[in-house]
């Protein structure tokens, strides 16, 4: 068998599913290649509203309702209640002390709340990935892509039209296939770019971690544990545990993104090259945790990624790309995945449509994509750098929303442009002022000076009221979907 296509996509995660249904709906033949079955597990789960106002634009640009229907937590559950999500309306922090119970004063020192949403009905979601990913590959299906789930990618011509060689590793089946355009959408196995033997890019990365992460079931809400032990929720905007909540540590941070099929995704983070125990060992070591996770069954293998920043130069060759998500892999703090890879998508939907292989769209892809990566590592290696000093964390969080949402108002206002940067990356008003404040946090000053300067910097763009002393780290107003 050697099939003709004009497009193969290596990597049926949603990058590449998506990608492959808007190429299909538009007549070219795709051929969507992944090593897995669906459905199968991903990490990557806890969407925001710049990752839903870009699944929304796509699904009303290239006419598939359910995208739109899937960028709302009220949409999604009313429409595709099979899918499973979780609602998200907003990012909460905890701070807790190696064997301390956790604790909080009235003006809220060791949390934070920051909304993203104003309802339920127009939350965002943590996506369950073995049925998100799983559902968009069935599209991809019905849109005519041709199946290649099973088969790994394992040889490779770059002549045109590229030859690719693909093996079945089950049955131990060998085919070829030819492609006019190939597509990297694996993921942090960049399979397309290894077996070109590309290496990352040498540039120095800030931020350095390592993660661990699984799924549970039986965990309790956060939020339920807070009211039980009388620490005080009344003045929180939305409820803490329908979020991204993060349980800041001594070292690190766990994550933990709670789905409506009982299931929990948790992850533990840690600044640095290795990570220093386990999950388990390093939530022994909080009794709030503890006691919180004391019900709570491992219902997915064990994952583990130990400094896993790279990225790669994501142009591969003229008609050899890969998706951002392929190109770079950088940290789960702040949520930025999701909205890096739709972006992805619609840009390279937008390539193989309209631009072709011409140098300067190749270009703009890449400068595009290498923008996005160095200003989203300062931002997150900033924070990892201040954790341990809550405060200092807290305003770097907040120094971070105020860069995204910039972005998500002037998406609201114009419509999404593939061909602008996403958080607020290209916004030459913003760039110098946000750059200096991510330094002044990592600098001498002390805590309160820097938020101080912060929050006076951040006057021409806080919308948003980010940095307001007086709501206690509690901030309703951040709302930018209605
Ligand atoms: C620990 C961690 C936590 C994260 N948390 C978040 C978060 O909360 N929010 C967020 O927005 N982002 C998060 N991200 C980022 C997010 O995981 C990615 O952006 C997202 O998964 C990318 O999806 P994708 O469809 O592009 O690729 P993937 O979902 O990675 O899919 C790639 C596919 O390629 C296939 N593949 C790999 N190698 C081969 C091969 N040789 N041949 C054939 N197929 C192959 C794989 O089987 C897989 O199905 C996180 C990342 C990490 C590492």
Redesign the pocket.
């Known amino acids: 068998m050697n099939a003709a296509y004009d497009v193969a996509i ?7 599913s998506l990608l492959a249904t808007i190429l299909a709906d538009r007549g070219r033949r795709v051929a969507l ?4 079955k669906h459905p ?1 597990f ?7 509203p710049l ?1 839903d106002a870009i699944l929304r634009h796509l699904g009303e640009q290239y006419g598939r309702p359910d995208w739109v229907n899937l960028s709302a937590y009220g949409s999604w559950k009313d429409t595709m209640p099979a899918v499973s999500c979780g609602l998200k309306r907003g990012f909460s922090y905890y701070r807790h002390h190696r064997q301390q119970p956790y604790r909080d004063s009235q003006g809220h020192d060791s949390s934070l709340l920051v909304a993203a949403s104003r309802s339920d009905e127009a939350g965002d979601t943590h996506w369950y990935r073995p049925d998100v ?1 799983h559902y968009f590959h069935q599209q991809a299906i019905k849109a005519g892509v041709s199946d290649l789930t099973g ?3 394992s040889g490779l011509d770059t002549a045109s039209p590229h030859q690719i060689g693909l093996h079945d590793v089950r049955h131990d089946h060998q085919q070829s296939i030819t492609a006019d355009w190939l597509i990297d ?5 960049a ?1 397309v770019a290894r077996l070109l033997d590309r290496r990352p890019l040498a540039q120095p990365i800030r931020t350095r971690t390592s ?1 661990t ?1 699984m799924h549970v079931k039986g965990l309790p809400a956060w939020s339920d544990w807070l009211c039980r032990h009388d620490i005080g929720c009344d003045d929180d905007p939305f409820d803490a545990d329908a979020a ?1 909540v993060h349980h800041v540590l001594d070292q690190g941070w766990i994550w933990c ?1 709670r789905f409506d099929n009982g299931i929990t995704s948790v ?1 533990w ?1 840690s600044p640095g090259e290795t990570l220093h125990g386990s999950l388990r060992s390093t939530i022994d070591d909080y009794p709030s945790l503890n006691e919180l996770f004391s019900g709570a069954t491992r219902c997915t293998e064990i994952y583990q ?1 130990e400094s ?1 920043q790279r990225r790669f130069d994501p142009v591969l060759g003229p008609r050899c790309l890969m ?1 951002p ?2 190109a770079f ?1 950088l940290d ?1 703090l702040h ?7 739709l972006a992805g998508v619609a840009r390279l939907a937008d390539l193989i449509l309209n631009q072709g292989d011409q140098p300067s769209a190749l270009d703009q892809y890449r400068r595009l994509i290498q923008t996005e990566f160095l200003w989203l590592d300062d931002f997150v290696g900033t924070a990892y750098s201040v954790m341990p000093d809550f405060s200092r964390f807290s305003a770097a969080c907040q120094w971070f929303m105020l860069a995204a949402i910039a972005c998500e108002e002037q998406i609201q206002r114009s419509g999404f442009d593939c061909h602008r940067c996403l958080y607020s990356a290209d916004n030459t008003a913003m760039r110098d002022v946000m750059r200096g404040g991510n330094r002044d946090l990592r600098g001498p000053l002390m805590t309160a000076k820097v938020t101080e300067l912060l929050r006076r910097s951040a006057l021409p763009f806080n919308t948003a009221g980010l940095f307001d002393p007086d709501v206690a780290n509690r901030f309703a107003y951040t709302a930018t979907k209605s």
């Open positions: 290596v990597g049926s995660g949603f990058s590449g290649i992944d090593r897995q199968r991903a990490v990557g789960e806890s969407s925001t990752a990913d088969w790994q990618i959408a694996s993921g942090p196995a399979a993660s992460w991204a993104l992850g983070t990624a896993f998706t998500t392929a892999t789960p949520s930025t995945g999701i909205a890096v890879g």
